[in-house]
């Protein structure tokens, strides 16, 4: 089967920078999407950005300018600059993987970012 795996994240200052990292592994016939979400505590679980296999590139209004998503082969990254207290939250890969004549929707085990003082 496929698994993503994720890695990156941490404690950081207001301001400060991080890269998260995720890695589709397994059997993969193609990505058809991939992407980050994150989940503050006591909120609902929202998209941060998407990358689609034809390089389509969605972005939540509130990390526009700050975050940048981008795609090398079977792995997905998220530049988070600038980031403030409210970007705090655990972090989410997915991804939509053709896997033979299937559709798989996977999640990664998420990684928690904290931006604090």
């Known amino acids: 089967q496929v698994q993503l795996v994720e890695s990156g994240g941490g404690l950081v200052q207001p301001g400060g920078s991080l890269r998260l990292s995720c890695a589709a592994v397994?059997?993969?016939?193609?990505?058809?999407?991939m992407g980050w979400y994150r989940q503050a505590p006591g909120k609902e679980r929202e998209l941060v950005a998407n990358?689609?296999?034809?390089?389509s590139i969605n972005y939540a209004d509130s990390v526009k300018g700050r975050f940048t998503i981008s795609r090398d082969k079977n792995t997905v990254y998220l530049q988070m600059t600038s980031l403030k207290p409210e970007d705090t939250a655990v972090y989410y890969c997915?991804?939509?993987?053709?896997?033979?004549?299937?559709?798989?929707?996977?999640w990664g085990q998420g990684t928690l970012v904290t931006v604090s003082s």
């Open positions: 997915h991804g939509n993987i053709a896997w033979y004549s299937r559709t798989l929707e996977r």
């Open positions: 397994g059997r993969i016939f193609r990505i058809n999407a």
């Open positions: 990358i689609t296999s034809g390089g």
